[in-house]
């Protein structure tokens, strides 16, 4: 496992930009997939986008296919959501993940706050 901690959320007007940050201590950051996931108020908490070891790979819900973009710096031990064009149906609590496989995320963050103001 590794131990995760969000950075970055906060309030924000739609159409506007935030980066969000995750910052990983433990030695098997570069061969963990991880992801972000958000949980809105009353609704299930859902896969934002995924990311591979060596950052090869992506995966994007289609609700921000266009507008988000994760990336990893493994040298960093961080892994990024960088969310442009920002709407008010984005706001939730945002959590990263990470696992050795995308269906096995063993390590969570406490979450980061995200509000988009209309």
């Known amino acids: 496992q590794v131990q995760l901690v969000e950075s970055g959320g906060g309030l924000v007007q739609a159409g506007g930009s935030l980066r969000l940050s995750c910052a990983a201590s433990g030695r098997t950051f570069s061969s963990y997939k991880m992801g972000w996931f958000r949980q809105a108020p009353g609704k299930e908490r859902e896969v934002v986008a995924a990311?591979?070891?060596?950052?090869?790979?992506?995966y994007y819900a289609d609700s921000v296919k266009g507008r988000f973009t994760i990336s990893r710096d493994n040298a960093k031990n961080t892994v990024y959501l960088q969310m442009n064009s920002l709407k008010p149906e984005d706001t939730a609590v945002y959590f990263c993940?990470?696992?050795?496989?995308?269906?096995?995320?063993?390590?969570w963050g406490q979450g980061t706050q995200v509000t988009v103001s209309s």
């Open positions: 993940a990470g696992g050795p496989d995308y269906a096995a995320y063993d390590s």
């Open positions: 990311i591979s070891g060596s950052g090869g790979h992506t």
